[in-house]
């Protein structure tokens, strides 16, 4: 069965550090791959998608990236963190491009910026 | 820009009555609505997903109607229980580039009480 993993659970970090979130898909090849951001009393905001190794698409200007270094890896950085970049991420895979397909999403990560 | 609204209050029920969420949307023609629930501090987990041509769907205790004149999809919980209690998602896809994209809306939280 296909598991979705995400790391760190939780991260404090100060303003201005650095930041890498790390998903990882199992038991499925090709996924499509999003990151999103939940921040208190909001909805989920689509941050990045990817379709394949090295192709991500942008969905807001912000001082966050993403990479596709391996098939089932999708990563989350920035350079420097700011206060607004505190939320609840979650990463999410579907396999398929039809609005029919679900998205499964992962246990999330609590950022923290102080 | 597409909107999409859920009642921002939480809604409370007593066991065994019928919980109704309502999710409202301008400004985009979804071909499809997709309904998710979230525990707090877990990624949503999807529920329903109906189609533009259905006016209905059913899973179990679960009822989902999509009127797209209304611009409007109604979610049911029939004979409701205190492990009902979560925030419900809806979120459309917004697929008009041949990617799979939703658009979720801000939730609303039910309480389900014994």
């Known amino acids: 069965s296909q598991t979705i993993h995400q790391w760190p659970a939780t991260l404090v970090q100060p303003v201005g550090s650095p930041l890498s979130l790390e998903c990882t898909v199992e038991?499925?090849?090709?996924?499509?791959l999003y990151w999103y951001r939940q921040a208190a009393g909001r909805g989920l905001q689509l941050l990045f998608y990817?379709?394949?190794?090295?192709?991500i698409s942008s969905e807001v200007p912000q001082n966050l990236s993403a990479s596709r270094p391996q098939d089932r890896q999708f990563i989350l950085s920035s350079k420097k963190l700011l206060l607004s970049d505190s939320g609840f991420y979650l990463c999410?895979?579907?396999?398929?491009?039809?609005?029919?397909?679900?998205?499964?999403f992962g246990p999330g990560t609590r950022l923290t910026v102080l | 820009s597409q909107k999409i609204e859920q009642n921002s209050e939480a809604l409370n029920i007593q066991e065994g009555k019928t919980a109704t969420l309502t999710c409202n949307y301008t400004?985009?023609?979804?071909?499809?609505l997709q309904w998710y629930r979230q525990d707090p501090g877990r990624g949503p987990v999807f529920l329903l997903l109906i189609r533009e041509n259905e006016k209905e769907k059913r899973k179990e205790r679960l009822k989902v109607t999509f009127d797209t004149t209304l611009k409007q999809s109604l979610f049911h919980i029939t004979a409701s229980q205190p492990a009902d209690s979560a925030t419900y998602l809806c979120a459309l896809d917004m697929m008009n580039t041949g990617f799979q994209k939703l658009v979720f809306g801000t939730g609303t939280r039910l309480l389900v009480s014994p």
């Open positions: 400004n985009y023609s979804p071909a499809y």
């Open positions: 990817s379709v394949g190794i090295g192709q």
């Open positions: 038991g499925t090849s090709n996924p499509n």
């Open positions: 999410a895979w579907v396999v398929g491009l039809a609005g029919t397909d679900t998205q499964y």
